[in-house]
């Protein structure tokens, strides 16, 4: 997560142009949010870290950088969800199933603070994401909007190596979005489950907690993650079954290889 300025470093880090490797991870998250039904996930986690001046990788996510100044920067951010079998779910059951969902559009992060060193920054990103399905004929399922306040500690607590990442912000979906969620279509309704228009949007708060470090060969990683929907627009959705949560995951990855080439870096 990110930053802002006072004074510029002395020097950048020389760091591989790029890393690459393989890990495991395992994740505690709802269905859907606002879902009351949770499930764990033992997922592959490919480990890739590129510092090039377009296309960069790395603890921040993957993202293109289209505008980078020392306040301000335009990337390309990127999201994804998980599919939903609807049989599995007790307050969707005979629905349609919920596809796999990507989420990807341009993002505005702007550096409000850091130290002189940039080991201790404060970013406010405004990204804009278009949701599409995954599937054989992907459809688009609206927009989101998330500005959220992002701050990254290195060091954290002079524990050499270990990052520290705190995100929170408020979450914003268009009605075309809500409805593929949180909408119930007349053939669906139940005694138990009346029909439901969803409507466009606030979508609640998340704040989110990282802490990774990178080793020798070996990198690992845990987050924590706080979500409420409480005054959501759908919150009155028959669908949303509880309006807060918390959802976790841990991973750890080998670092198989590195390029020879360096590259000044100092995110």
């Known amino acids: ?10 020097s950048a880090d020389q760091k591989p142009l790029w890393e690459a490797g393989i890990g495991v991870g395992a994740l505690v998250l709802p269905d859907y949010r606002g879902s009351n039904q949770t499930r764990g996930y033992a997922l592959p986690v490919p480990y890739f870290m590129y510092r090039g001046d ?10 293109g950088a289209l505008l980078d100044t020392d306040r301000v ?19 969707r059951t005979g629905m349609s199933d919920l596809k796999p969902i990507v989420e990807v559009g ?7 603070w850091r130290t002189g ?30 500005p959220r ?9 002079g524990f050499n190596g270990w990052n520290l990442g ?4 408020p979450i914003y979906q268009t009605r075309k979005f809500n409805e593929y969620f949180y909408s119930v ?23 989110l907690s990282s802490l990774s470090k990178r080793f020798k060969s070996t990198w690992v990683g845990a987050y924590v993650r706080w979500d409420s929907l409480k005054g959501a627009a759908f919150e009155d959705s028959p669908l949303v079954k509880r309006d807060q949560y918390v959802a976790a995951g841990v991973a750890i990855a080998w670092v198989l290889g590195e390029s020879a080439q360096k590259v000044e870096w100092d995110y």
């Not at 377009?54 to 993202?63: E, M, P, Q, T, Y």
């Not at 053939?187 to 439901?196: L, N």
């Open 117 to 146: 060193d940039r080991r201790t920054k404060l970013d406010l990103r405004l990204p804009m994401r278009a949701a599409l399905t995954v599937e054989s004929n992907p459809k688009a399922v609206g927009w989101v909007f998330s």
């Open 73 to 91: 920067e335009l990337n390309i951010s990127v999201s994804a969800s998980l599919p939903v079998n609807s049989d599995k779910n007790d307050a």
């Open 149 to 157: 306040l992002n701050l990254d500690v290195e060091d954290v607590a």
């Open 185 to 207: 279509a007349p053939q669906y309704a139940t005694a138990s489950r009346p029909t439901y228009q969803a409507n466009g949007g606030y979508a609640g708060t998340q704040v």
């Open 1 to 10: 997560m990110a930053a802002a300025v006072l004074a510029l470093p002395a």
């Open 166 to 169: 705190l995100l929170a912000g």
């Open 54 to 63: 377009f296309l960069r990788a790395d603890r921040n996510g993957v993202r």
């Open 106 to 112: 341009p993002s505005l992060d702007i550096n409000l």
